[in-house]
């Protein structure tokens, strides 16, 4: 829900329990009629849950022109990025959209960014591994787009035995 929200400007959970809301304009398709180019890089996992409510979103693919929708973190997504920019026509705005799955259980750890065995340790190594894909990402696009506008946010955090909860999704706290 909270994918579909960002990438519309709706709050879609009522909307979608409704059966409203799928018919919603996105951001991509918005700005593609003001003559942007719009590539989204995003894992399928975004439309696992209550999958049938998201069906239109998926089979749009979210709207956009461009797409990697696939599973790919770290050097493979910022390599994907790089590739897109490199050839994207420079007479044109750019929408990009990097959504990066890591961190997400079950967590990884990474070599680079070691910080112990619990789970915890492993979110924050998977923390670690995404931070510095994502500051891969932001050069290329400053590379290509000094003057550009980034915004970095988040959909969900974990909980780690705060409130008695684990994971996300399952408490109404906002770790």
Known sequence: ???TSLMTGKYLRPLLLQGAGEDSDTWAALLRGYGYRTAGFFPPALFFIDAQRFQR?????????????????????????????DQAPR????????????????????????????????????????????????????????GGVVIVSADHGEEFGEHGGHYHGTTVYEE
């Open 91 to 146: 007479e044109r705005p750019l929408f990009v959209w990097v959504h990066l799955f890591a961190p997400h259980e079950p967590y990884e750890a990474h070599p680079e960014h070691p910080f112990g065995d619990r789970d915890i340790d492993r979110y924050d190594s998977e923390i670690a591994f995404a931070d510095a894909a994502l500051g891969s990402v932001v050069r290329a696009f400053r590379d290509r787009t000094p």
């Open 57 to 85: 979103f998926r089979d749009r693919l979210l709207d956009f022109e461009y797409n990697k929708f696939e599973f790919a973190e770290g050097p493979d997504r910022v390599r994907q990025v790089r590739e897109y920019l």
């Open 1 to 3: 829900y909270s994918v």
